[in-house]
């Protein structure tokens, strides 16, 4: 199997199980990744971690730099890409502690830089993102989920939000309306980046929390902490049970 990257978002600064042959500090044309690239296998699979918000968890998510996060991922050989995020959820059964694959995306982010098609160009690109997730690499995650016994909702419409403040009750109403199911602030331009540079990337979205106005008062970021303290167990045995049956 192809190098796999794994960017590891909140609760997941550090991946377990991986023997880490190297870390490497590099440079982009885009500028720095958010951390050095850990190298290393699990199993028998060469797997290249990258911490999303940095190693000690201070890049807020509209400051994240994603296009040298998913440059350096390529440059490193990386061809499959699972991102693992933190989100709220909107729908009754995205309760916290849940693991989902979600297979659409809206995108209510702004400001970002979110294309690497907009400098010395030849032509216009528009890339296809009619499906903004690898089906390939979902199906193949879906696959880990039932080999290993570990829970995962197949489906799910993540909606992209600016942060790093949460929602209001109102936009999360209107979320709901749209159609998504699941709230984050990291799953774009991620994805569209990693589509514009022909990776095949999916996410392992985990539910820290029912969205705003979906619980009971406040969300405290205690809580929200807990339950990805929980659930990235998960997370790591499913990633686990992945490398087993594709190494
Ligand atoms: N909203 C946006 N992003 C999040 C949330 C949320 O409720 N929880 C974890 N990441």
Same mark, same amino acid.
């Given at each position: 199997?192809?190098?796999?990257? *794994?960017?590891?978002?909140?609760?997941?600064?550090?991946?377990?199980?991986?023997?880490?042959?190297?870390?490497?500090?590099?440079?982009?044309?885009?500028?720095?990744?958010?951390?050095?690239?850990?190298?290393?296998?699990?199993?028998?699979?060469?797997?290249?971690?990258?911490?999303?918000?940095?190693?000690?968890?201070?890049?807020?998510?509209?400051?994240?730099?994603?296009?040298?996060?998913?440059?350096?991922?390529?440059?490193?050989?990386?061809?499959?890409?699972?991102?693992?995020?933190?989100?709220?959820?909107?729908?009754?059964?995205?309760?916290?502690?849940? *693991?989902?694959?979600?297979?659409?995306? *809206?995108?209510?982010?702004?400001?970002?830089?979110?294309?690497?098609?907009?400098?010395?160009?030849?032509?216009?690109?528009?890339?296809?993102?009619?499906?903004?997730?690898?089906?390939?690499?979902?199906?193949?995650?879906?696959?880990?989920?039932?080999?290993?016994?570990?829970?995962?909702?197949?489906?799910?419409?993540?909606?992209?939000?600016?942060?790093?403040?949460?929602?209001?009750?109102?936009? *999360?109403?209107?979320?709901?309306?749209?159609?998504?199911?699941?709230?984050?602030?990291?799953?774009?331009?991620?994805?569209?980046?990693?589509?514009?540079?022909?990776?095949?990337?999916?996410?392992?979205?985990?539910?820290?929390?029912?969205?705003?106005?979906?619980?009971?008062?406040?969300?405290?970021?205690?809580?929200?902490?807990?339950?990805?303290?929980?659930?990235?167990?998960?997370?790591?045995?499913?990633?686990?049970?992945?490398?087993?049956?594709?190494?």
């Amino acid at each position: 199997m192809a190098t796999l990257g *794994i960017i590891g978002g909140t609760g997941l600064t550090q991946l377990k199980g991986l023997t880490i042959t190297r870390s490497e500090a590099v440079k982009t044309p885009y500028g720095k990744p958010s951390a050095p690239l850990v190298h290393g296998r699990i199993n028998a699979v060469d797997v290249v971690f990258l911490a999303r918000h940095g190693e000690k968890h201070s890049i807020p998510p509209h400051r994240v730099n994603y296009r040298a996060n998913l440059f350096a991922l390529r440059e490193a050989g990386v061809e499959d890409v699972i991102a693992v995020a933190a989100v709220g959820g909107i729908r009754e059964d995205m309760a916290p502690g849940v *693991i989902a694959l979600p297979e659409q995306i *809206i995108d209510y982010t702004w400001g970002r830089k979110h294309t690497f098609f907009e400098d010395e160009l030849e032509t216009v690109t528009h890339i296809d993102f009619t499906t903004p997730y690898c089906e390939t690499l979902r199906g193949r995650l879906l696959a880990a989920s039932q080999a290993c016994h570990v829970a995962v909702i197949d489906g799910g419409v993540y909606g992209a939000t600016q942060g790093p403040r949460l929602e209001t009750a109102a936009e *999360i109403d209107r979320m709901q309306r749209d159609g998504c199911t699941l709230v984050g602030m990291t799953g774009m331009p991620e994805a569209a980046l990693a589509r514009e540079l022909g990776l095949c990337y999916a996410s392992c979205a985990v539910v820290a929390n029912r969205a705003a106005g979906r619980g009971d008062g406040e969300i405290s970021m205690e809580d929200i902490e807990s339950t990805l303290h929980k659930a990235m167990g998960q997370v790591g045995v499913l990633l686990a049970g992945f490398m087993k049956i594709n190494e």
